[in-house]
């Protein structure tokens, strides 16, 4: 049912409960009041049934129609076409989930087009019906608690993200390799969320302009003023969380190398020890092939080695061994290689 809630207001009370379109209209022109007509994702020819009503410009019609607008104020003569991207946290899979919310505000009508489950809508409803001074101020008074209503469902979102970027501080320190991946698909989550708040506050600076020209209650100007100020808290906030994500990945960078530096340093050390030992066992086994070469030489027993046949021969070979081990030991130590 795209009809979700609908209603003819007198003198700030709900006067009729339509059970279609026709009936508001036909209502709303025997008995005046302000019809406010609530849609959740309604078809074309409900959408262009109410354009035809209350003279919607085509333009503001077709952006109804195709939505996936952004968030944004246009104002066609006496109708403001509002655009609002409210915007929920889902704890369970620490996502975002952004709405869209089309919103057109004449001399007698309010209609709200909802594109996805926020904001909630019926307790701005409920709200408004339990002070009917504020909503005998006109189509207005149901703009502006609009407004409220989807800046306020925003602080959780906040609650939510800020809560999400302590949890990764702590992974970073803790050495966690999939945080790169959770700051990446945080600072996206951050970025959409940017792009639904910034323009409200454009867009409320531009109400605001119109105070004077359009003769706005003075009770809805502090009302306006106020959802002014708690929407440049939630943009800040925003503001920080992307600097503090952007901070968060330098920082993971800063470590990651840091960590491969350390890695390299280990493997070089362990390089380097590696060669020290190679070259200890290279210089004994120099040391040790000296005096197995001068044996193997004067082992083979040729018939013309007259060396066989000296009485000093033996005491010569020997020393022979010892004076090459001996050298080649003081070469390798003075190298240090032993």
Excluded: C
Aim: no cysteine.
């Amino acid at each position: 049912m795209t009809l979700i809630d609908n209603a003819v207001y007198i003198d700030g009370r709900r006067g009729a409960d339509p059970g279609s379109l026709n009936e508001t209209y036909e209502f709303l022109r025997a008995r005046g009041g302000i019809a406010w007509i609530g849609l959740y994702r309604p078809d074309v020819d409900e959408i262009r049934s109410v354009a035809r009503e209350f003279e919607l410009h085509p333009l503001a019609v077709e952006d109804a129609i195709a939505a996936h607008q952004r968030a944004k104020l246009e104002r066609y003569g006496t109708t403001l076409f509002t655009v609002l991207r409210p915007a929920r946290y889902l704890d369970d899979v620490e996502e975002v989930e952004f709405g869209e919310l089309h919103v057109f505000t004449g001399r007698d009508f309010v209609v709200t087009i909802r594109q996805a489950e926020a904001p909630n809508l019926g307790h701005v409803r409920k709200r408004l019906e339990a002070a009917p001074d504020l909503l005998r101020l006109g189509p207005e008074a149901i703009l502006y608690a609009i407004l409220d209503q989807v800046v306020d469902e925003y602080l959780p979102v906040v609650a939510g993200l800020e809560n999400d970027i302590d949890e990764i501080e702590d992974q970073l320190f803790k050495g966690d390799p999939a945080v790169s991946r959770r700051i990446y698909e945080l600072s996206r989550e951050v970025i959409d969320f940017q792009r639904a708040t910034h323009p409200l506050l454009d867009m409320l600076t531009a109400l605001e302009a119109g105070f004077d020209k359009y003769g706005v209650n003075v009770e809805l100007q502090r009302n306006l003023r106020d959802v002014h100020d708690h929407a440049i808290r939630v943009v800040e906030r925003a503001d920080s969380f992307r600097l503090l994500l952007q901070n968060a990945l330098s920082v993971q960078t800063t470590l990651v190398g840091q960590q491969q530096s350390d890695e390299m340093r280990s493997l070089t050390e362990a390089s380097l020890a590696q060669n020290e030992e190679v070259k200890k066992i290279s210089s004994w086994a120099a040391i040790l092939f000296a005096p197995t070469l001068v044996g193997t030489i004067y082992g083979m027993n040729f018939d013309h080695m007259p060396e066989l046949h000296w009485i000093a021969s033996y005491p010569l070979a020997i020393a022979l061994m010892i004076a090459t081990s001996a050298t080649l030991y003081v070469v390798f130590k003075r190298r240090g290689w032993l």
